[in-house]
């Protein structure tokens, strides 16, 4: 589903020069729930961007689904990214002027899918994660484990085909962690590819595939399964 | 979507209260100045519009050479109109109307008629003036032919027909046959009146052969062109008409006249000569800048508080961004959200407006609207406004806000870049340079104003009563026993008293070379008294005395002025000279001191004065300050006892006086006004901007209060920033202001200088109410304890 090759992204400010990704190479199946761990500073937040369609690298190749998207300007990168890839995010991201309902019901809108079969995904999604009883409330209004939850309703309700999360218990304990990364082991057993980028050794142990990085480079891969 | 845009537009205005209610003040306060002052330059821009021949009438106005100067009458002579119709195929037809005010008696209801007006026949053939009742081909054609407006009607009949009624006009009692009835004349004319009178009245009974007055001027005329005739070279016809009809007594006087055109429809606003009805495009133009610039002011502050909270939108953007928005559907959404804010101002400008129009129509002076709902239109158009400046100001803020990037966002990496800073700084000293340059002009406007009622004019106008006794023959003994009065100290007659109007005569003097010089002098008809009475100080020769003989029919008194234009370097040279004035020959006897008889705005003229008992018609009574209603009531049963006939009216001179600078004061209260909303506005800005400035910097502000900070340390770190914008721009409005307000004093004659210390007055209260704006967050944000701010991170 995802192969990249020689990928490089290099941040400049006015006298230092960073490099975040170095010649990075690897590929990710389809269906495949892959941890990817490092230092802080070792470039999983660049490439988890990159991967994302948020950002673009310098040089190198980026096949999704078998199509080059380096180099694909903002616009096709924000249609191809709306279609197929849900986030997850540490500090959850929530919209604090929006409910529950409304935050979860955002992707669709940006779909274009209609009104009614909007609710019915929604309340849906919000059903399967168990936080319907929230539906009318404000994301201040919810506990952080709560909040992660709708967060991961957000990024699925719109059925994509990947989804990226960046550490997403880091701002949960240690249940409320389990929680969200049992959600996220039934999505993929369901089929859903997901790239986690973690420091912690017990989510990654939920993974199939552990890739390890330093200074912008593949270090090992531990498979798991 | 929409539904979504609006849902978080609500709940963002309605999260962030105070940032909402200062954009929404700030947007309501601009939009209604800009919505009242739209209303004014429609009604000033609308006068005599209305006319549907509009485009081919014209008003003739006439400048007459004489050996020593330009006069600018109103309009030319008595003879012209009735002789263009015959000389000029290209002339549909004149009307000449000239104003009077007419003494016009009902059984026992009387009025003199302020609104009176002589016309000619031709009037409604010309003008659009609808005519309810009575043929408006005929209802003028013969003497003693009145036309009421309906307002007139209701005060002399009630609601009975006046058609064929008579009434009696003037204090000979002249009958008078009502022939038509017309609508109220709209406010918005330069022509007024609740009462035609046929002109021919005038030209056949009361002062035959007027038609063919050539040197007679006091008129207006006004001439419709035919379909398609070319106006310009009609007047190029003109000189050689006056010439043949009129040449030899043009020469004979030395006094030549020239003829031009004014299209009607523009000469309210554009004419040059001086009318009490005439408006100014100056004051048009200036108020459209000022509404342009209060606009300006109120779009900038929404400018500001938007790009200035964009940090914390940033996330949203962000999200938005991840979970599928595009850049385009963020433009839209935020344009939307501005355009939201700028409707919810557009309904409370419309609460606003109706609120403000009476009072905002009392200080224009007239009826700009009946009310804001009067005419669905203008809602309309305010509507379309609101959202044509929610676009405007929506623009910048939402192409900012919609290209942040939503990795740079969520990671918390966030700045809102110099750039942006720049601008802020950018608007704010714009804000500011604008209100500090209104304030500047307004210290000025309100200085002049103040000069110019203070100003020593060269004669007594306080407790001086004026009574017009319109000539009435009675008036001698009316006059003797007021001079009987208790509380009554002198009581004297004339033509005129200063800051009203007075005759201009065709005169000849006796120069310092001894040659009789032609001039046009403005007269004054006095008794003996009068100098005395408004104690005008005689410089060279002798007041008029009773024990002279002569006094009453060869005597003279010129002004200082007049004296110069004679060559004479001492007024003791004038007197005795010559003087020979509206076949009256005689000496000059004495030279007075310069007296301001005009508005502060029109230079001193020459002046001559005269004794001539049967010209005089006013009635000063200088009156004691005590017991002044008992004083008046007695002088009024004494009038009704000697002069029942005529209703009893009277006016204080320094109120007069003053009169002619109400549309000066009219200026100075709407400027100082819109400079009050102006300042509120940008303080509005300034507030809003500076309690974000504080909030941002929460945690620098615990930082160095923990490293030792002293509250005054902090108060002035918050503020200096802010007071170094308004510094810039104090020094950018002060040559602006200087400029303008220069050009503005040109118009008076007599002006005050603009001193430095109107710029330090401003400059001093501009930056003592920035303090007074930042100061109030600067404090709240340093006595805050350092801990808590330090937690906010």
Request: with cysteine; charged share 20%.
């Amino acid at each position: 589903m995802i192969k990249i090759h020689d990928l490089e992204k290099v941040y400049r400010t006015e006298e230092v020069e960073t490099i975040a990704l170095n010649k990075l190479s690897f590929a990710v199946k389809e269906g495949e729930f892959v941890a990817v761990m490092g230092p802080s500073g070792c470039g999983k937040s660049t490439l988890l961007n990159i991967l994302g369609l948020l950002d673009d690298p310098d040089s190198g190749s980026f096949l999704f689904n078998g199509i080059e998207v380096a180099g694909f300007n903002e616009r096709k990168r924000a249609d191809l990214r709306k279609r197929n890839i849900g986030f997850v995010f540490q500090s959850f991201n929530l919209i604090d002027e929006l409910t529950v309902f409304e935050n979860v019901e955002l992707p669709l809108i940006y779909l274009g899918v209609k009104g009614d079969e909007r609710k019915k995904r929604v309340e849906e999604m919000l059903d399967k994660m168990q936080i319907m009883h929230r539906r009318n409330h404000y994301p201040q209004q919810l506990s952080g484990g709560q909040q992660q939850r709708v967060a991961v309703a957000r990024a699925v309700v719109n059925k994509p085909k990947l989804i990226l999360a960046d550490e997403p218990t880091g701002n949960l304990d240690s249940s409320n962690g389990n929680e969200v990364m049992e959600l996220l082991t039934d999505l993929n057993e369901q089929g859903t590819t997901i790239i986690m980028v973690t420091h912690s050794e017990h989510d990654a142990r939920y993974s199939h595939r552990i890739i390890r990085m330093l200074d912008g480079q593949t270090v090992t891969e531990n498979i798991l399964v | 979507m929409l539904k979504n845009y609006f849902k978080i537009a609500f709940r963002n205005l309605w999260r962030h209260r105070v940032f909402s209610l200062i954009n929404i003040l700030g947007l309501t306060v601009g939009m209604t100045a800009c919505f009242l002052i739209f209303l004014y330059v429609r009604f000033e821009l609308s006068y005599d519009k209305f006319h549907s021949k509009g485009d081919r009438i014209y008003r003739i106005i006439c400048d007459i050479k004489t050996p020593t100067e330009v006069m600018k009458p109103g309009g030319p002579s008595w003879a012209v109109g009735p002789h263009l119709m015959g000389g000029f195929p290209q002339v549909e037809a004149t009307v000449r109307t000239t104003d009077d005010e007419l003494l016009v008696r009902r059984g026992n209801v009387k009025f003199q008629e302020k609104k009176s007006l002589w016309a000619d026949s031709s009037f409604f053939q010309v003008f659009d003036f609808k005519l309810i009742k009575g043929n408006p081909h005929t209802a003028l054609n013969d003497p003693l032919n009145v036309v009421f407006s309906e307002s007139a009607v209701k005060k002399y009949f009630g609601n009975t027909d006046p058609i064929g009624q008579t009434i009696l006009l003037t204090g000979e009692g002249f009958t008078a046959k009502i022939t038509g009835v017309m609508k109220d004349i709209p406010e918005n004319s330069m022509i007024q009146a609740d009462m035609l009178v046929s002109m021919n009245t005038l030209t056949r009974k009361l002062n035959p052969n007027l038609d063919n007055q050539w040197g007679n001027y006091g008129n207006r005329t006004y001439v419709l062109l035919k379909p398609g005739a070319n106006a310009a070279s009609f007047e190029k016809q003109l000189p050689a008409f006056l010439e043949k009809m009129n040449g030899t007594e043009m020469k004979q006087l030395n006094m030549y006249p020239t003829l031009m055109l004014e299209k009607f429809p523009e000469a309210y606003l554009h004419s040059t000569r001086n009318d009490s009805n005439s408006g100014s495009i100056k004051n048009v133009y200036i108020f459209s800048i000022v509404a342009v610039f209060i606009l300006l002011i109120a779009c900038f502050n929404f400018i500001n508080l938007t790009t200035a909270r964009s940090a914390e939108r940033a996330k949203e953007v962000g999200i938005r961004k991840v979970v599928g928005a595009g850049r385009r559907q963020l433009t839209a959404q935020f344009i939307g959200e501005s355009i939201m804010i700028c409707l919810i101002a557009f309904l409370l400008t419309l609460a606003a407006a109706a609120l403000l129009l009476p009072s905002f129509n009392q200080l224009a002076g007239k009826t700009l609207s009946n009310g804001v709902f009067e005419n669905w239109r203008f809602i309309g158009m305010l509507f379309l406004a609101s959202i044509g400046i929610g676009l405007l100001a929506g623009l910048y803020p939402a192409l900012v806000l919609s290209s942040f990037r939503p990795v740079t966002v969520l990671k918390g990496r966030f700045s809102t870049g110099a750039k942006g800073i720049l601008l802020r700084r950018g608007l704010v000293i714009s804000q500011f340079t604008i209100s500090i340059a209104l304030i500047i002009s307004t210290i000025i406007v309100y200085l002049q104003m103040n000069f110019m009622r203070s100003q020593d004019l060269g004669f007594s106008k306080d407790q001086m009563m004026v009574i017009n006794s319109n000539g009435d023959p009675a008036r001698d003994a009316f006059v003797h026993a007021v001079e009987g009065l208790p509380n009554v100290k002198s009581v004297s007659m004339s033509s005129s008293v200063p800051g009203g109007g007075n005759m201009g005569a065709y005169s000849k003097i006796q120069n310092a070379k001894g040659v009789m010089q032609i001039a046009n002098l403005d007269l004054y008809f006095v008794d003996f008294d009068y100098l005395k009475q408004f104690n005008i100080k005689v410089v060279a020769g002798r007041m008029f005395s009773r024990q002279f003989m002569t006094d009453t029919t060869q005597a003279m008194i010129l002004n200082e002025s007049a004296v110069k234009s004679f060559g004479y370097r001492s007024p003791q040279d004038a007197v005795g000279r010559d003087f020979d004035q509206w076949g009256r020959r005689g000496k000059i006897i004495g030279v007075m001191k310069d007296f301001h008889f005009k508005s502060l705005q029109e230079e001193i003229k020459p002046l001559s004065m005269r004794i001539e008992p049967n010209g005089c018609s006013l009635v000063s009574v200088k009156v004691s300050a005590n017991n002044l209603p008992s004083t008046i009531s007695a002088i009024e049963s004494k009038w009704n006892a000697l002069i029942p006939a005529r209703p009893f009216s009277y006016f204080f001179l320094d109120e007069f006086f003053d009169e002619q600078y109400k549309s000066e004061q009219r200026f100075g209260k709407l400027f100082l006004n819109f400079a009050i909303l102006a300042i509120i506005i940008s303080c509005l800005g300034l507030l809003g901007l500076a309690s974000y400035s504080t909030m941002q910097r929460t945690r620098e502000i615990g930082i160095r209060k923990v490293l030792g900070a002293t509250i005054p340390n902090i108060v002035n770190l918050l503020s200096i920033d802010f007071l170094t914008l308004v510094g810039i721009a104090i020094i950018i409005a002060s040559p602006i202001a200087w400029f303008a307000m220069h050009k503005w004093l040109q118009d008076f004659a007599y002006r005050i200088p603009i001193s430095w210390w109107i710029f330090a007055v401003a400059a001093v209260a501009a930056t003592i109410i920035a303090i007074l704006t930042v100061s109030f967050q600067a404090i709240k944000a340093a006595v805050a304890n350092p801990v808590k701010s330090l937690r906010t991170e």
